[in-house]
Each structure stands twice: as C-alpha cells, then as structure tokens.
C-alpha cells in the first residue's frame, strides 16, 4: 500500500474553490446585463429628447430669426404668390452660439433668438437631465412648402431637423474608467406657426 492512499480525502474546500472562480465571472456577466439595460434606457431617452425637442422646433419661435423674417419675394425671380422651392433655402445650422447658413442663403444671416433656443434645450432635459446646450443643434432646410410674401407669417415651411450629439455612455462593467460615444440622433418635421414659447 503507497502513502498516499493512506492520507484522508477531505472534498468539503471543493465547493469553496469553485465556487471562488465562477464567482468573478457571474459578477461581471451580472453587470453587463445591467448595463445592458441601462444602454437601452439611455438610449430610448436620448431619442425621446430628440422628439420631443423637433416637436418644441416646430410650433415654437424660430431659432433663426432671419428664416422668420424672410419673404422670399424676388429670390429666384419670385413674385408675391409664386410657390417657394425647396431650393430657394439651403441648410441653416443653429447652435448656441448662433446660425450659420450654407448654400441658398438669399435674406438669411446669422441672426438667433437665443432664448427659444434655451426653451428648446430646458424642454429637452425634461426627458434627458444630462443634456447641455453645446449636445444640440437644430437645421432648417427648404421644404417646398410656402408662398412668396405671405402675409400671415413665416413665408417657408422648412424641415426642421433637431439633433442631439456628442452624448456619452458610462458602464459598470469597466469600473466607471471608460466612457463610450453614443450614436447621433436625429428627428425632422416641417415647421407649423414657428411662433409661441411653449409646446405640448
């Protein structure tokens, strides 16, 4: 008979032992399903914001001042009554720090009403807190929509595209040492009155 064979067989330390390498591994699939979850939250209140801030666009005052006061008469060869063409308005981008037009610009200049794009942001972080100004950027473009010399206010109908980006994302999984860039997102409608400060 060998000595090793006359040594007792204790097995009560297995479980402990096995139980001590699958745990890391269950831990962090459990945080990364959390933070699963926690990416599609984030996400679905992302796009909400975005929504709701091109719906605020839309029916409240036009950022681009300039856009609101433009009457389209003589653009193009345009007459009081002549159908605008979508490109009669190139892509106006406004930000915090203003507007800035590209392409078809005729009558549009870097004027911004920076209070309707504050109301646009607030409304925004009732969805999402952590939006900032700097996160936002609305564009108008020509639509096909609208009369030259419309007397009953804004003479364009632009498509109003809201556009959140630059979000980050912070998971668990890394110990809260990383972060991840979020996709951009993007919601258009076309511009209704473009006057008021408040939205449903």
Do not use: H
């Not at 459990?30 to 666009?57: H, P, S």
């Not at 860039?181 to 409608?189: K, N």
């Amino acid at each position: 008979m060998s000595r090793l064979t006359l040594l007792p067989r204790d097995s009560r330390a297995s479980v402990g032992a096995e139980f001590s390498l699958v745990l890391p591994v269950l831990i962090i699939l459990l945080f990364a399903v959390i933070d699963g979850g926690r990416l599609a939250w984030e996400y679905n209140r992302a796009e909400k914001a975005t929504q709701v801030g091109a719906r605020m666009a839309v029916v409240t005052n036009v950022i681009s001042t300039d856009l609101n006061d433009n009457d389209y008469v003589g653009v193009g060869g345009l007459i009081v009554g002549d159908r605008i063409p979508a490109s009669a308005l190139g892509k106006i981008v406004c930000t915090a720090s203003g507007c800035t037009c590209t392409g078809s610009c005729a009558g549009i200049g870097a004027g911004s009403d920076s209070a309707a794009f504050t109301n646009l942001v607030n409304r925004m972080k009732q969805i999402k807190p952590d939006i900032e100004e700097a996160n936002v950027e609305v564009v108008y473009r020509g639509s096909g929509l609208g009369f030259a010399g419309d007397p009953s206010g804004m003479a364009m109908s632009p498509l109003v595209t809201v556009r959140l980006k630059d979000l980050d994302f912070q998971p668990i999984t890394t110990l809260m040492l990383t972060r991840f860039e979020m996709p951009s997102f993007s919601t258009t409608l076309t511009a209704e009155d473009g006057v008021g400060s408040v939205s449903n």
